[in-house]
């Protein structure tokens, strides 16, 4: 076999299957047999021609999960089932001395800097592999990336346990923070959202909704004394949440900004000062970050069984992107090229 199935991305708007070269893989790389890759925001940004990096013709996708089909000189075996940490760091500007290559100056990524898992085969170096333990679902465990985020967003947010949390937005990375929120200890964690759909979602999972009509000062109020939220995370990155944070949050409590804003934003930076409060950028992730998702992932303790996902044939990807855009009827939409995979 000489070629694979890969979708290709060629401009705004247009990605199809293509037969293409299998991947030339360096030496010392390991080959990856695509299991799922899922779609986020990111991906979306390059499939509408908006991501300033991406340059056609791509492979997109870094959320992926699949088995090492040649192994490098090291990492994981052949034959494991692996995660991609899909950061591409340059080693020589400050932060990657220090040892934080995931804020490196010059940060790529597989997927935008280089060709992607929405493909049959994926070569990496083996430094970016993660194995993960025997009879995790490959479906699942293409959730690790994005649950990452959450794992770093909790650790840089300060959280303590009992505090009350306010999160908002309820797409894949807000319900995952709230997740690993109750998960780290968090007393009540309160989601807003504005789709009716997802609310209903992080509900089912156990969570306290803003229901419609109401706002997250309204329902925080009785919960805090009228004090506001211990810890919040804005996962939403819309200038309406920006203009709301401050006011949501305690004295002295911390702001997480989890999504990333397009543009410059609007911020009460005034109440932030009278109020004393810390605020914190969430970039990406650490590799430990990473470990402990798998952990999370293989203990099953957050119960993402119940994550609605829904997975397209990579023959369908246009009916895949159209899905990942709308938002509807499931939290993270997956692309396998493996055979009778895909949902009916």
Request: proline fraction near 7%.
């Amino acid at each position: 076999m000489s070629t694979m199935r890969a979708a290709v991305w060629t401009g705004a708007d247009e990605i199809a299957v293509q037969q293409v070269p299998l991947p030339q893989v360096p030496d010392g790389w390991a080959l990856v047999r695509v299991a799922y890759n899922g779609i986020c925001g990111t991906d979306l940004s390059i499939f509408h021609g908006k991501h300033p990096r991406a340059q056609a013709p791509l492979i997109p996708g870094h959320e992926l999960s699949g088995w090492v089909e040649q192994a490098g000189a090291t990492g994981p075996r052949e034959g494991a089932l692996v995660i991609a940490e899909p950061l591409i760091s340059c080693g020589e500007c400050k932060a990657c001395r220090d040892g934080h290559g995931h804020v490196c100056r010059r940060l790529g990524l597989y997927g935008i800097d280089a060709p992607g898992g929405m493909a049959e085969y994926v070569a990496l170096p083996p430094e970016v592999l993660h194995e993960v333990p025997a009879g995790v679902d490959p479906r699942l465990a293409a959730l690790v990336e994005p649950l990452a985020v959450a794992v770093h967003a909790l650790d840089l947010s300060g959280m303590e346990q009992g505090d009350t949390v306010a999160v908002y937005g309820a797409g894949p990375i807000g319900v995952l923070t709230a997740l690993v929120a109750r998960h780290a200890g968090a007393g009540t964690v309160v989601v807003t959202e504005p789709s009716p759909w997802r609310r209903q979602v992080a509900a089912d999972l156990g969570l306290t909704v803003v229901p419609e009509g109401s706002t997250m000062a309204e329902v925080l109020a009785p919960l805090t004394d009228g004090e506001g939220a211990d810890t919040t995370f804005d996962s939403a990155a819309h200038p309406t949440v920006a203009a709301d944070l401050a006011a949501a949050t305690r004295v002295l409590g911390r702001i997480v900004i989890v999504g990333v804003y397009k543009q410059p934003t609007p911020l009460d930076l005034q109440a932030v000062c009278f109020k004393e409060q810390s605020m914190v950028g969430v970039r990406v992730y650490t590799s430990a970050d990473v470990r402990r998702a798998i952990e999370l992932l293989a203990s099953d303790e957050l119960g993402l069984a119940a994550f609605p996902t829904r997975a397209f044939d990579l023959a369908d990807v246009d009916a895949a992107f159209a899905a990942a855009t709308s938002g509807q009827d499931c939290l993270k939409v997956l692309l396998t090229p493996l055979h009778g995979k895909a949902d009916a």
